[in-house]
């Protein structure tokens, strides 16, 4: 009975030794895990430090002082007009340039079509601009340039001029009416009897139309609704014409079975 109750007594003191073994274990597994939590969070908290005071001094040394600004793309604009709406002060740290308010800034002028901003460290910003290609003048309270697919640039500022096609008569300047006209002006038919830059205007009124060509200066009058044929008709006008050396200074297309030419030097 002695034995038994010692050997008892031994089992639950090696109970209790594991345990309190266990317990410890578990006690310096937490106090390592805190302990790696509280430096990481630490370290995290110096490198972020670290990140700022490195930006501050990034973005207030005279290293990277703005020096130069070069500008790309640029025909109907200037370079200084384009530093002038990109209004950026000389000498301002490039890193604090916010170049989304310099990009709005330039599109408030209507020939840029797109551009491209970049830093090029330590002090020198690039703009390459691509602009808005003119086309054609149309005229309607005043005369605007416009592109090949009839947007509005802007309207002709007092004394500029132009070498364009003019586009008149047009009941309104708005676009689909823009389009349809620039549809016959950018026809193939058009451009293989007439190329655009031969045509000084394109007048409009209802229905009628009428070319004014620049070299030769040629009246020619014709027909939305029946245009293709017309130009047709043109081309082979022009070609017997060519070969037989008469200038013609007005030549109108219509009428059904034949075409009016008046020759230069005739009533």
Do not use: C
């Not at 207030?60 to 500008?71: G, H, N």
């Not at 605007?144 to 586009?167: H, N, Q, V």
């Amino acid at each position: 009975m002695e034995y038994e109750r010692l050997r008892s007594l031994q089992k639950i003191h090696r109970k209790r030794l594991i345990k309190s073994h266990i317990n410890r274990s578990a006690i310096i597994i937490l106090s390592r895990t805190t302990l790696y939590v509280v430096s990481l969070f630490l370290i995290i908290l110096a490198l972020q430090e670290g990140v700022k005071l490195t930006l501050n001094y990034l973005r207030t040394t005279s290293f990277f002082s703005l020096q130069q600004i070069e500008v790309y793309g640029v025909n109907r604009l200037t370079e200084a007009s384009v530093m002038e709406l990109a209004s950026v002060d000389k000498n301002i740290n490039i890193l604090t340039i916010n170049l989304n308010n310099v990009d709005r800034r330039i599109k408030k002028n209507p020939w840029v079509k797109s551009l491209r901003l970049r830093r090029i460290l330590p002090g020198t910003l690039r703009i390459t601009i691509q602009e808005k290609q003119a086309y054609a003048v149309v005229l309607y309270d005043a005369p605007y340039f416009i592109t090949r697919d009839g947007e509005i640039i802007k309207a002709l500022s007092a004394g500029e001029e132009t070498d364009l096609p003019i586009i008149s008569g047009l009941a309104s300047k708005e676009e689909p009416y823009i389009r349809n006209a620039l549809s016959i002006l950018n026809s193939p038919e058009g451009q293989k009897v007439i190329p655009t830059s031969q045509i000084g205007e394109l007048h409009f009124e209802d229905n009628r139309l009428t070319f004014y060509t620049i070299s030769p200066a040629i009246k020619i009058l014709g027909d939305t609704r029946s245009i293709k044929d017309q130009l047709y008709r043109l081309k082979l006008v022009l070609g017997d014409l060519q070969n037989r050396q008469l200038n013609a200074r007005q030549i109108d297309l219509n009428y059904s079975k034949k075409v009016v030419v008046k020759l230069k030097n005739s009533q």
